[in-house]
């Protein structure tokens, strides 16, 4: 097989690969250019390949290039941000990993470079930092134009509640950092902000970051900021430590957070400084951290998705709400509430439940917890007409939900195809994700399925 055999074939390999590549050989000529590539960087794949690198992206400075540093001093450069001008000027903001290929002698003989679109990401994240921005009041006296919530917010009479309400009250006394441990909707940002507005810091800015929303290059912008020239197209642009200077962070899912990314953190944390991403000041900073996860720390750490030291750095007060279906006692107190609440929302009169409805709320076990309960309550008042008692028919429970709980011994002759499907696919989600200890990214690779994929259907089905 001759040389253009082989390149006929790596070509072809290329164009079925979801990643942009590029490769360009000893004379600086680009022999490779996938469709993915060109898709990325809007540019016809005639206009590259065969062409001069320096003469079809010219807009890039020299020293700027990795696949020029590649090619000419053998220098890889993983998982790298650039953003850059496109042939028509067009700016493109990817994540690079270059590599310079070399032969058995050691010698370069061409540059590769995978390239993965994140332009949208970028914008998505200078979009956060700039709203982050406009949300900080401008003087001490001006509150932060967020709906912000207290203790009164929280709902119940349980024991254990009232207990952790206790403890983050005292803690909201305090600057010590706040681990919240909570099972979707229990209300873990709820008692966030409730510590932070009943706290000393109560009229500087409280921010929140959900730290599994964004990949790990612009979380760590988002989080930390930015300095000029720190990479090819930075800005300078301060993160939400900076934004939240005198007030409180909140790390939504830190779990989430990447592990190298978590070592920096835990610096931050002991030092009380930051420094931009590309930067080389290091900036003072004064920010209360609270971490809230949906899992127990034990698991999230055996499952190394949580670094031990981090966790004890942040475990200075630790609260556990408790899920719904361990305090059913609140329950009749919920439902008064979020009658009352969105009676007055949806301008209906439905004083009182019947006794139907009242025992399938109550004897249901809440996989989504208090958010799942209102959102039941919310959907009934919203249907009902001109009665005064709120009546099992409008209580649309998810039958998802009960398909869920059959387990290994439902019995397929008494589902429909579409139970039976959907019974099998809950399964097999709650299978892998039990086997990645709620990782979402990991199980969603296994099966094969877009992290934003997987998230809907946990959402569906309330796993």
């Known amino acids: 097989m001759n040389a253009k055999q082989y390149e006929k074939i790596v070509q072809e390999l290329a164009n079925i690969i979801d990643e942009g590549i590029h490769i360009v ?104 930092l700039e709203l982050q921005r406009e949300a900080i009041p401008e003087h001490k006296v001006t509150e932060p134009k967020i709906r912000k919530y207290s203790f009164k917010d929280i709902i119940g009479q349980n024991r254990r509640l009232k207990h952790q309400l206790d403890i983050a009250a005292r803690a909201s006394k305090t600057d010590a950092a706040v681990f919240i441990y909570g099972e979707t ?91 931009r991403v590309g930067g080389s000041r290091d900036i003072p900073i004064d920010v209360r951290i609270i971490a809230t996860v949906n899992e127990t720390p034990e698991t999230l750490i055996r499952n190394g998705l949580l670094r031990k030291d981090l966790y004890y750095r942040l475990n200075i007060v630790n609260i556990s709400i408790p899920p719904l279906r361990e305090r059913k006692d609140d329950i009749p107190i919920l439902i008064e509430h979020f009658l009352e609440k969105h009676n007055s929302r949806f301008q209906k009169e439905l004083w009182m439940l019947s006794d139907g409805a009242l025992e399938k709320l109550e004897n249901y076990d809440y996989p989504g917890n208090v958010r799942e309960l209102e959102n039941l309550i919310m959907s009934a008042v919203s249907l009902s007409d001109r009665e005064h008692v709120l009546t099992e028919k409008y209580l649309q429970m998810p039958k998802e939900a009960a398909i869920a709980n059959v387990g290994a011994d439902y019995d397929p002759e008494e589902m429909s195809i579409d139970q039976y499907l959907e019974s099998l696919e809950i399964n097999i989600i709650k299978e892998k994700m039990a086997d990645f200890g709620g990782n979402i990214s990991k199980t969603a690779e296994v099966l094969g399925l877009k992290r934003q994929t997987l998230q809907h259907k946990i959402k569906k089905y309330q796993i």
Do not use: W
């Not at 929140?208 to 930390?224: D, R, V, Y």
């Not at 300095?227 to 989430?256: H, K, M, W, Y």
């Open 185 to 275: 909707g229990t209300g873990k940002e709820l008692m966030a902000q409730s510590i932070h507005f009943n706290s000393s810091r109560r009229n500087k800015p409280f921010l929140a970051q959900n730290c599994a929303a964004l990949p790990e290059s612009l979380l760590e912008g988002i989080l930390f900021g930015t300095a000029r020239g720190g990479f090819t197209g930075a800005v300078d642009r301060a993160g939400l430590f900076e934004q939240a200077n005198g007030g409180t962070l909140l790390l939504d899912e830190i779990s989430a957070m990447p592990y190298e990314l978590q070592s920096k953190l835990l610096r931050v944390l002991q030092e009380d400084y930051i420094r």
């Open 25 to 128: 050989n000893t004379d600086g000529k680009s022999i490779i250019y996938n469709q993915a590539m060109a898709t990325l960087e809007k540019t016809n794949r005639e206009d590259v390949i065969g062409k001069p690198f320096r003469v079809v992206f010219s807009h890039i400075p020299e020293g700027e290039s990795t696949l020029l540093r590649a090619l000419r001093r053998a220098e890889p450069t993983p998982n790298k941000q650039q953003t850059y001008l496109n042939r028509y000027g067009k700016e493109i903001t990817t994540i690079n990993s270059t590599i310079p290929i070399m032969d058995d002698s050691g010698e370069v003989v061409a540059a590769l470079e995978i390239a993965k679109d994140i332009t949208n990401f970028k914008t998505m994240s200078n979009t956060i």
